[in-house]
């Protein structure tokens, strides 16, 4: 790459050229912008549940006749498919796309991007939208931005700005400055327990027999890191569908306790699997969302758990048990109690926001995991 783009002269571009207000669901790609965002305009800046919603949201601003901007991973344009089709493109709304290029070919990534990566172009194509990589240069960005906005006008339909890795330099806030991000460098003293204190709780409390579904980003890579085992799945990527994968093998392994390692973002972008887990009452699955309030694993943007209760939603949606915890004697106490009564039970555990730096990857194949859960399952 020739240059690398200052995040806060990107943000001053797109207000030069009338963009905004803007909202998605972050990606570390994108992470300074968003920082910067926070910084500097965090009315203009919408935290969205899931990608589909965002397009949404977007249409709705542009019908009030403002021109905003959607930040996305492309694995995120698997969920804003239905809304860009349908919805963008039946009633002539045209959104800003800014979508970030994992698995890009030839750029080493994790397995889950690896199909994404190669077909982003094709897939925004596939659905009309113009779509080209987005320009390194400042001076080159504030001419193709007026060209998407002429686009946009002239056909009605979205224009999309594909991402790279190390597009976007890191963002440097300037002095004072709050985003109200929740990620720490370093290991909190006192307060919430750590994510990886939380786990090993419930692993050992829940018991070898159990079956584990870990949901995307740390929460996966911490569980093989420390507990691996056969009855473990590490669910990477599909963020969001932990849950309802936990639901789907709770119904057809009746006889097995099913407990589901589920996050606040990717529960919040999927909201509706707890109505459908409520509704259809597994007695053997208990739902446990570790909750540190932010995306931790592309910079620590709040995911807006915060203002949400969701011990209250499912008891709305039908859970038979759901509990608040803190410290570990509290998540200790929920889980002996709830294991013991007919679930479906959901378990919030109050998290700090940190992870070991040196985290690495699950080291076992998705697909190695996926069929030795299988094997743990039939035996």
Known sequence: MSAILDPAKVVALLDEAGFGPFTGVPCSFLGPVISCLQDTCPDQYLIAANEGEAVAIAAGSRLAGRRPVVILQNSGLGNAVNPLTSLCHTLRLPVLLFVTWRGEPGSPDEPQHELMGRITSDLLTAMEIRNEILPQDE??????????DAHMRDTGLPFAFVVRKGAVAPYVPPAGAGRGRVARAEAPAGGNMLRSEAIAHVMRV?????LVVATTGKTARELEHDWDRPGNLY???????????????????????????DGDGAALMRLEAMATIGRLGPPNLL?????????????????????????????????????????????VAALEKQLVHVGPSLIRVRIASYSDPGLGRPALPPPASAARFQEMIAS
């Open 287 to 331: 739902h446990i969302i570790l909750d540190n309030e932010s995306y931790e694993s592309t910079g620590g943007q709040p995911t807006g758990s915060a203002h949400l209760n969701f011990t209250e939603v499912a008891a709305a949606c039908g859970y038979e048990q759901a509990a608040e915890v803190t410290g570990p004697e509290g998540l």
């Open 235 to 261: 669910v990477v990527g599909s963020m969001g569908c932990a849950s309802s994968i936990a639901l789907g093998v709770a119904l057809h392994a009746p006889a097995r306790q099913v407990v589901v390692l």
């Open 139 to 148: 001076e080159a960005l504030r001419e193709r931005l007026l060209v998407a």
């Open 206 to 210: 829940v018991g070898e027999g159990a």
